[in-house]
């Protein structure tokens, strides 16, 4: 069973950082592409930053200049550095692998963790 366990969401201050970090086991990491979605209430969940198995990365025009994606290879761990945050960031934040497999795209999530900027 793929398990992706997501942690490091909060409590934050406008303009002040979050990290969460994605671990998961080195077969789902070396060849699963991973990214980082988020959703709203009463909003769909959106992409935020995706990184392909070779380090490619690709971020929502919201997020640019201010997140960072990352993979740490020792720690088979995908992490997202979240700066200058904003409180239209607040969501819960969701971990993705994904992989094309025959014509079909397989795709694991973990189970959420929230992230909340306010004063």
């Known amino acids: 069973q793929v398990q992706l366990v997501e942690s490091g969401g909060g409590l934050v201050q406008p303009g002040g950082s979050l990290r969460l970090s994605c671990a998961t086991s080195r077969t789902i990491f070396t060849i699963y592409n991973m990214g980082w979605y988020r959703q709203a209430p009463g909003k769909q969940r959106e992409l935020v930053a995706t990184i392909t198995s070779s380090g490619s990365t690709n971020y929502a025009d919201s997020v640019k200049g201010r997140f960072t994606i990352s993979r740490d290879n020792a720690k088979n761990t995908v992490n997202l550095q979240m700066d200058s945050l904003k409180p239209e960031d607040t969501a819960v934040y969701y971990c993705?692998?994904?992989?094309?497999?025959?014509?079909?795209?397989?795709?694991?999530w973990g189970q959420g963790t929230q992230v909340t900027v306010s004063s």
């Open positions: 993705n692998a994904n992989r094309r497999i025959l014509g079909s795209t397989v795709d694991y």
